[in-house]
């Protein structure tokens, strides 16, 4: 059987993947980042996922490689990683009293063949207070993070309701992964 590589740096991705109980290595490339105009999310994260896979198997040819990235969309736009204090607090403001969702586009790959997934899930936030969103920015939580929250940190305060996978908001739908590794092999 071919050795296990998640294509991230990810902690939260990391500890996810422990959860299949299969033993992995993690390599991390420097991909550009850019979604084209006009691509939805969905093919989105999916194109992001397949070029971070593609750029690790080139040095991992005997793997299977796991490539992901999630994205935050509220009323049509992606909100990615925030630039600075001022962004986080625009986005936390965007996502206040709204329902917003989150998308995660998976590829496995081997030097053979590739499958690319995704799953999106419906997060809706608590009406939030510019004290809240200060205190939250201050903790430090939302620089390396889609849509300026984790919600398996303090953000979890912040949410109303789920509709979906919760392990796919935290970067890694692990269950639905569980089930295309198992057929992919």
């Known amino acids: 059987m071919k050795s296990l590589l998640l294509a991230s740096s990810s902690p939260r991705r990391q500890e996810l993947l422990k959860l299949l109980d299969i033993p992995f290595h993690t390599f991390s490339s ?3 980042e850019t979604i084209p105009p006009g691509i939805s999310p969905a093919e989105a ?5 397949y ?3 593609e750029a690790a198997i080139k040095s991992h040819q005997e793997s299977i490689v796991i490539g992901c990235d999630t994205i935050v969309v509220h009323n049509g736009r992606i909100l990615g990683k925030p630039e600075s204090r001022e962004d986080a607090f ?6 206040s009293n709204q329902t917003h969702s989150v998308f995660t586009g998976v590829c496995m790959m081997t030097n053979e063949s ?3 997934f995704y ?3 419906i997060v809706t936030f608590w009406e939030l207070d510019s004290q809240d969103i200060h205190a939250y920015i201050d903790s430090g939580e939302p620089f390396d993070k889609a849509g300026s929250y984790g919600i398996q940190g303090k953000a979890a ?18 269950s639905r992964l569980a089930r295309e ?5």
Not at 45 to 49: E, G, H, I
Not at 90 to 95: E, G, I, K, V, Y
């Open 30 to 32: 420097d991909i550009d």
């Open 45 to 49: 994260v999916k194109q992001l996922a």
């Open 51 to 53: 070029k971070k896979a």
């Open 90 to 95: 625009r986005t936390l403001s965007q996502l």
């Open 114 to 116: 590739y499958r690319c």
């Open 119 to 121: 799953e999106e899930t």
């Open 157 to 174: 305060l912040f949410v109303k309701e789920i509709q979906g996978d919760y392990y796919n908001v935290v970067g890694l739908p692990v």
């Open 181 to 185: 590794l198992s057929s992919f092999r």
